[in-house]
């Protein structure tokens, strides 16, 4: 199994930058994609962003411009950094990893809070 961990959430005025990390441990077998996804109060799971193995990044457009998503191959481990945030962006921010043969495997989550 795999287990993931994320760090870095916070609470933080709008206008100002959090980063993010999530780091797998375990057993871990060719990663394919690794993602960040985000939960408001009362609303669906979105996708806030996506990179591939090979460093092509998206996002959703409510993000681009603002947030930033890396990783670290060789640590297994995703981060987003997220500058300009705004009150919208609050949210619980869970790392998704998807591996070769074996599915999702899903953080807890990060509590990310933005006040006006």
């Known amino acids: 199994q795999v287990q993931l961990v994320e760090s870095g959430g916070g609470l933080v005025q709008a206008g100002g930058s959090l980063r993010l990390s999530c780091a797998a441990s375990?057993?871990?077998?060719?990663?394919?994609?690794m993602a960040w996804y985000r939960q408001a109060p009362g609303k669906q799971r979105e996708l806030v962003a996506r990179?591939?193995?090979?460093?092509?990044?998206i996002y959703a457009d409510s993000v681009k411009g603002r947030f930033t998503i890396s990783r670290d191959n060789a640590k297994n481990t995703v981060y987003l950094q997220m500058n300009s945030l705004k009150p919208e962006d609050t949210a619980v921010y869970h790392c998704?990893?998807?591996?070769?043969?074996?599915?999702?495997?899903w953080g807890q989550g990060t509590q990310v809070t933005v006040s006006s």
């Open positions: 998704n990893f998807n591996q070769r043969y074996r599915g999702d495997s």
């Open positions: 990179i591939t193995s090979g460093g092509i990044a």
């Open positions: 375990g057993s871990i077998f060719s990663i394919n994609t």
